[in-house]
């Protein structure tokens, strides 16, 4: 019986066809176990990162309240006609910002809560805070012992 060339070079060939296929399919399933195995890791880590991002808007946003709660009372000290102006670095996310008789107020959207940053003085203070994320120019003057708080874009 002759032994014909042609069809044991086809069976040869499926042959090594099919455990190259079977090799793909193994390294498949090892990849989407891996996957589901790093899934929950990666979702931590997103997580992680807007813990962080909300976290660094409250600092800033306390940041900006002390540095001009400082220069409130140096000019209230100072008495009348006593004026400063300084620089201020306000959060991202700032729904609004107030100034009302003894406050001085700063709220900041966090995730889907409001989160109120104030100062609260002994003394009167008007005028307003820009509500918008950045760098700004606050000016403070104390007229008849009541600071005014004032900025520019």
């Known amino acids: 019986m002759p032994i014909n060339h042609f069809n044991f070079f086809i ?9 190259k ?20 890791f990666f979702l931590m880590a997103q997580q992680s990162i807007k813990n962080m991002d909300n976290s660094i808007k409250l600092i800033e946003a306390k940041e900006a309240i002390e ?13 009348d006609p006593a004026k400063l102006t300084i620089s201020v670095k306000f959060p991202k996310d700032i729904v609004s910002t107030n100034v009302i008789n003894y406050i001085i107020l700063i709220n900041v959207q966090s995730e889907s ?31 008849n012992n009541t600071v005014n708080i004032s900025y520019t874009e």
Request: charged letters at 10%; aromatic letters at 10%.
């Open 67 to 79: 540095k001009i709660a400082e220069a409130t009372r140096i000019v209230y000290a100072q008495g």
């Open 113 to 143: 809560i409001n989160n109120s940053i104030f100062k609260v003085f002994d003394f009167e203070v008007t005028g307003s805070l820009p509500s918008t994320y950045g760098t700004h120019m606050i000016a403070l003057s104390n007229i």
């Open 21 to 40: 296929s079977q090799a793909a399919i193994e390294y498949m399933i090892v990849v989407t176990i891996a996957l589901l195995f790093l899934t929950p």
């Open 11 to 19: 069976k040869f060939v499926s042959i090594i066809m099919l455990m």
